[in-house]
C-alpha cells in the first residue's frame, strides 16, 4: 500500500474496530450462549458435551499458538498488512461453522457425535483464525497510547451491541411460550448472524487501516522461543490473563446457563429479553464516563473500583434465595455494571502488556503474544463450559426437548447459575488487584520512556 493512501487515525478507525467486534461476536456469543442448550435438542448428555469441549480446547492448546504466530512469520499478499489478509482467509468459515453449530442434522449415535465435535472444532479454529489478528491489529493500526485506547472501547462496543441487540431476540424466537426449544429458528438466526458477521468484516477491512510496518529482515528473525521467555516474564499479562479467565466464566458459563433458570426456575425465558435491553443505559453511560475515570484515576483503579461492585450484586443471590424474578434481574443488571467496564478496559490493558514486552524485553511480536492472552480466553470457556455441563449432569438435569426437571435439579440450576458470577470476581480481583503492576504512574513513565526509544 502507498504511504499516501494511509491517512491519519480517525473515527472511521474506530467504526471499524465496532464491526470488527460485531462480526466475531455474531458467531462467537451465540455458540457460546445457546450451543450447550442447543445440544439437548439432541438429547446428547451433558457428559458427552463435556468431553467435546475438553478435547476442543486440547486441540487449541496445539493449534492457538501456532495459527497466532503465523502474522510473526509470514506476510502474505501484496497490501502489506499484516493481519487484514488472515481476517480474510478466516472470516467465511467462521460464519459456516456458526451455521453447522445450529443446524438440526438427522444423525443418530456416534455419527451424531462425530458432526457435533466436527462442527465445535471448526468454529474453535475459525474463530482463533479471525480474533487473533483482529485483535493484535490495535498494534499497527496507532501506536498513540491514546488511540489504542480509543480503539479498546470501540471494540468493547461491539461485542455489546451484539449481545444487547442480537442475543436478546434468541429467547423471543427460537423458544415457544412454554420455554420450550424451537431448533429450526436457531438454524435461522444463526444463517442470519452468519451474514451479519461477513457484512461486519467487510466494514473493518475497509475502514481501519494498519499504519505501522515491520521489515521483512524482523519478520525473518523470528524466534517462538524467546516469545515464549517473554509472555512467561511479563507479570502485568500473566495478571490480565488470570482476571480474564474469570471474565470468560461469566461471559461464557452465565450465558450458557442463564437461560437455564430461567427457563425451569422462574420460567419466564421472557425477562432474558428485558435484561439485554436494561444494559443499554449503563452501556450509554460507561462509554463516556470510563474514560475519563481512566483519565482521573487510572486503568487500574477504574477496574478495581468497577469489580468490586459486581462482586458485592453477584454475592447478594447466593447468600439468599431470590424468588421474585424481576428482583433477580435487577440484580443481573447491576452486578453487570462492573463487567461492562472489564469489558471497556480489557483490551487496552491487552496493548499495555504487549508494550510492557517491548520495554523490558526488547521483544515485539504482537500476534504471537496475543495469540497466547487469547488462548487464556478460551480456557475460561472451556473451564465454564466444562464445569456447566458437569455441573448439570451432577445436579440430575436431562436433556431432550420437554423434559420437566425435579426439583433437586431445578434448585441445584439456581445455585449453579450465581455461584459462577462470584467465582468471576474472585479471579478478577487476583488478576487485577495483585498480579497486574502498571498503575497510573508506571504507565505513564513506561510510554514515556518508548517514545524516548
Same mark, same amino acid.
Given at each position: 500500500?502507498?504511504?499516501?493512501?494511509?491517512?491519519?487515525?480517525?473515527?472511521?478507525?474506530?467504526?471499524?474496530?465496532?464491526?470488527?467486534?460485531?462480526?466475531?461476536?455474531?458467531?462467537?456469543?451465540?455458540?457460546?450462549?445457546?450451543?450447550?442448550?442447543?445440544?439437548?435438542?439432541?438429547?446428547?448428555?451433558?457428559?458427552?458435551?463435556?468431553?467435546?469441549?475438553?478435547?476442543?480446547?486440547?486441540?487449541?492448546?496445539?493449534?492457538?499458538?501456532?495459527?497466532?504466530?503465523?502474522?510473526?512469520?509470514?506476510?502474505?499478499?501484496?497490501?502489506?498488512?499484516?493481519?487484514?489478509?488472515?481476517?480474510?482467509?478466516?472470516?467465511?468459515?467462521?460464519?459456516?461453522?456458526?451455521?453447522?453449530?445450529?443446524?438440526?442434522?438427522?444423525?443418530?449415535?456416534?455419527?451424531?457425535?462425530?458432526?457435533?465435535?466436527?462442527?465445535?472444532?471448526?468454529?474453535?479454529?475459525?474463530?482463533?483464525?479471525?480474533?487473533?489478528?483482529?485483535?493484535?491489529?490495535?498494534?499497527?493500526?496507532?501506536?498513540?497510547?491514546?488511540?489504542?485506547?480509543?480503539?479498546?472501547?470501540?471494540?468493547?462496543?461491539?461485542?455489546?451491541?451484539?449481545?444487547?441487540?442480537?442475543?436478546?431476540?434468541?429467547?423471543?424466537?427460537?423458544?415457544?411460550?412454554?420455554?420450550?426449544?424451537?431448533?429450526?429458528?436457531?438454524?435461522?438466526?444463526?444463517?442470519?448472524?452468519?451474514?451479519?458477521?461477513?457484512?461486519?468484516?467487510?466494514?473493518?477491512?475497509?475502514?481501519?487501516?494498519?499504519?505501522?510496518?515491520?521489515?521483512?529482515?524482523?519478520?525473518?528473525?523470528?524466534?517462538?522461543?524467546?516469545?515464549?521467555?517473554?509472555?512467561?516474564?511479563?507479570?502485568?499479562?500473566?495478571?490480565?490473563?488470570?482476571?480474564?479467565?474469570?471474565?470468560?466464566?461469566?461471559?461464557?458459563?452465565?450465558?450458557?446457563?442463564?437461560?437455564?433458570?430461567?427457563?425451569?426456575?422462574?420460567?419466564?425465558?421472557?425477562?432474558?429479553?428485558?435484561?439485554?435491553?436494561?444494559?443499554?443505559?449503563?452501556?450509554?453511560?460507561?462509554?463516556?464516563?470510563?474514560?475519563?475515570?481512566?483519565?482521573?484515576?487510572?486503568?487500574?483503579?477504574?477496574?478495581?473500583?468497577?469489580?468490586?461492585?459486581?462482586?458485592?450484586?453477584?454475592?447478594?443471590?447466593? =447468600?439468599?434465595? +431470590?424468588?421474585? @424474578?424481576?428482583?433477580?434481574?435487577? $440484580? *443481573?443488571?447491576? #452486578?453487570? /455494571?462492573?463487567?461492562?467496564?472489564?469489558?471497556?478496559?480489557?483490551?487496552?490493558?491487552?496493548?499495555?502488556?504487549?508494550?510492557?514486552?517491548?520495554?523490558?524485553?526488547?521483544?515485539?511480536?504482537?500476534?504471537?503474544?496475543?495469540?497466547?492472552?487469547?488462548?487464556?480466553?478460551?480456557?475460561?470457556?472451556?473451564?465454564?463450559?466444562?464445569?456447566?455441563?458437569?455441573?448439570?449432569?451432577?445436579?440430575?438435569?436431562?436433556?431432550?426437548?420437554?423434559?420437566?426437571?425435579?426439583?433437586?435439579?431445578?434448585?441445584?440450576?439456581?445455585?449453579? =447459575?450465581?455461584? +459462577?458470577?462470584? @467465582?468471576?470476581?474472585?479471579?478478577? $480481583? *487476583?488478576?487485577? #488487584?495483585? /498480579?497486574?503492576?502498571?498503575?497510573?504512574?508506571?504507565?505513564?513513565?513506561?510510554?514515556?520512556?518508548?517514545?524516548?526509544?
Amino acid at each position: 500500500m502507498n504511504k499516501k493512501q494511509i491517512r491519519p487515525f480517525g473515527v472511521k478507525d474506530e467504526i471499524g474496530y465496532v464491526f470488527g467486534d460485531m462480526a466475531g461476536s455474531f458467531v462467537n456469543l451465540f455458540v457460546d450462549a445457546y450451543f450447550l442448550i442447543f445440544c439437548t435438542v439432541f438429547g446428547i448428555s451433558m457428559a458427552a458435551v463435556s468431553a467435546l469441549m475438553l478435547f476442543s480446547r486440547f486441540w487449541d492448546a496445539i493449534n492457538d499458538p501456532i495459527m497466532g504466530s503465523f502474522p510473526d512469520r509470514w506476510m502474505i499478499g501484496k497490501s502489506g498488512d499484516k493481519f487484514k489478509p488472515w481476517i480474510k482467509i478466516f472470516m467465511l468459515p467462521l460464519a459456516l461453522s456458526g451455521v453447522l453449530c445450529f443446524f438440526n442434522v438427522p444423525l443418530e449415535g456416534i455419527a451424531l457425535h462425530a458432526y457435533v465435535a466436527f462442527a465445535y472444532v471448526l468454529y474453535g479454529m475459525s474463530y482463533t483464525g479471525t480474533s487473533m489478528p483482529f485483535g493484535a491489529m490495535a498494534s499497527v493500526v496507532s501506536d498513540d497510547p491514546i488511540q489504542r485506547s480509543k480503539l479498546s472501547r470501540a471494540r468493547s462496543i461491539g461485542g455489546t451491541i451484539v449481545g444487547i441487540v442480537g442475543l436478546s431476540i434468541v429467547p423471543v424466537v427460537c423458544f415457544d411460550k412454554q420455554s420450550n426449544i424451537l431448533p429450526e429458528r436457531f438454524t435461522l438466526i444463526a444463517v442470519i448472524f452468519g451474514v451479519l458477521s461477513i457484512i461486519s468484516y467487510f466494514v473493518l477491512l475497509n475502514f481501519t487501516q494498519e499504519r505501522i510496518r515491520q521489515n521483512s529482515e524482523k519478520a525473518e528473525k523470528f524466534n517462538y522461543g524467546k516469545v515464549l521467555k517473554a509472555t512467561v516474564h511479563n507479570r502485568p499479562l500473566i495478571g490480565v490473563m488470570v482476571a480474564t479467565l474469570g471474565s470468560m466464566l461469566f461471559i461464557t458459563g452465565s450465558n450458557q446457563v442463564r437461560s437455564y433458570i430461567f427457563k425451569e426456575y422462574y420460567a419466564r425465558t421472557d425477562v432474558m429479553s428485558i435484561i439485554s435491553l436494561a444494559t443499554i443505559p449503563i452501556l450509554v453511560i460507561c462509554f463516556p464516563l470510563v474514560p475519563k475515570l481512566v483519565a482521573k484515576f487510572g486503568k487500574k483503579a477504574t477496574l478495581m473500583a468497577a469489580i468490586v461492585s459486581s462482586t458485592i450484586f453477584s454475592v447478594i443471590p447466593v =447468600v439468599m434465595e +431470590i424468588k421474585n @424474578v424481576y428482583i433477580y434481574s435487577a $440484580l *443481573v443488571v447491576l #452486578g453487570t /455494571i462492573g463487567q461492562t467496564v472489564f469489558t471497556m478496559l480489557i483490551w487496552a490493558l491487552v496493548t499495555d502488556c504487549l508494550d510492557y514486552s517491548e520495554w523490558k524485553f526488547n521483544e515485539r511480536s504482537d500476534g504471537s503474544m496475543y495469540s497466547l492472552y487469547t488462548f487464556s480466553r478460551k480456557i475460561g470457556s472451556t473451564i465454564a463450559s466444562t464445569g456447566v455441563s458437569f455441573g448439570l449432569a451432577a445436579i440430575g438435569f436431562v436433556s431432550g426437548s420437554n423434559v420437566v426437571q425435579t426439583a433437586e435439579a431445578v434448585n441445584g440450576i439456581y445455585f449453579l =447459575v450465581n455461584i +459462577i458470577p462470584v @467465582v468471576t470476581c474472585i479471579l478478577e $480481583l *487476583v488478576g487485577v #488487584g495483585l /498480579i497486574f503492576n502498571l498503575n497510573k504512574e508506571t504507565t505513564e513513565q513506561m510510554y514515556a520512556e518508548l517514545k524516548a526509544k
